[in-house]
């Protein structure tokens, strides 16, 4: 196989490969639909600070008919949340540009022979960070509505104008205009959380 185009075009026996290859397409969704790089563990060396933390990383999505094409207003959008051992958030104390190149890999099994850590701790945590996240994702809803609503607004006026100018535009038109917008506002308030990847930190 190869990457390059010109190298494929004067070899016939090589196989030429772009990012939406079928071979490729299927080998990324594959492994993206696995378990695996879905939770890690690491350990931040740090003499002047000891704290747990659990990065979650939530997926935004909107379950709906492909027929509405509600991903040009509410597209799958990830949020990214971090709390502490007290049920603090500390998203911006572990940003990924400050924490790049200091975490290292460690081992987890010490604190999963803690029968607390894995029946209280992580549970606590991982309901705190769920209900930061929801409200989190209300601005991003608020927006896809408004946006949703500003383009449909749009085309009722558009076919109004084509109407006034003598165009047949039928009732029918603009029905469906009203209920693809009603559509789509109910599907954007039902919007889920689909928790994507976990990270434990320890700090010490």
């Not at 990457?3 to 490969?17: H, N, P, V």
């Not at 705190?128 to 009722?156: G, H, L, N, R, V």
Request: proline residues 4%; aromatic residues 8%; glycine residues 2%.
């Amino acid at each position: 196989i190869t990457y390059d185009r010109k190298t494929a075009l004067f070899r016939d026996d090589i196989e030429f490969l772009t990012i939406d290859h079928p071979m490729l397409t299927g080998a990324l969704d594959l492994f993206l639909s696995s378990e695996h790089g879905s939770s890690a563990f690491a350990l931040w060396p740090d003499p002047k600070k000891k704290e747990l933390v659990l990065e979650c990383v939530y997926i935004l999505e909107c379950i709906t008919s492909a027929q509405y094409n509600s991903d040009r207003f509410l597209p799958p959008l990830p949020l990214r949340v971090a709390v502490n051992h007290l049920g603090k958030e500390v998203t911006t104390d572990y940003l990924v540009a400050r924490t790049s190149g200091l975490l290292k890999k460690g081992s987890i099994k010490p604190l999963l022979s803690n029968q607390e850590f894995c029946t209280v701790l992580i549970p606590s945590m991982l309901e705190t960070s769920s209900i930061i996240a929801q409200q989190k994702m209300k601005p991003y809803i608020e927006d896809a509505i408004m946006e949703m609503k500003q383009f449909y607004d749009a085309e009722t006026n558009r076919l109004k104008r084509l109407s006034d100018l003598g165009a047949e535009i039928t009732q029918e038109e603009f029905l469906q205009i009203e209920e693809e917008s009603a559509h789509l506002t109910r599907v954007f308030n039902k919007a889920r959380l689909r928790l994507d990847s976990v990270c434990l930190i320890k700090r010490s």
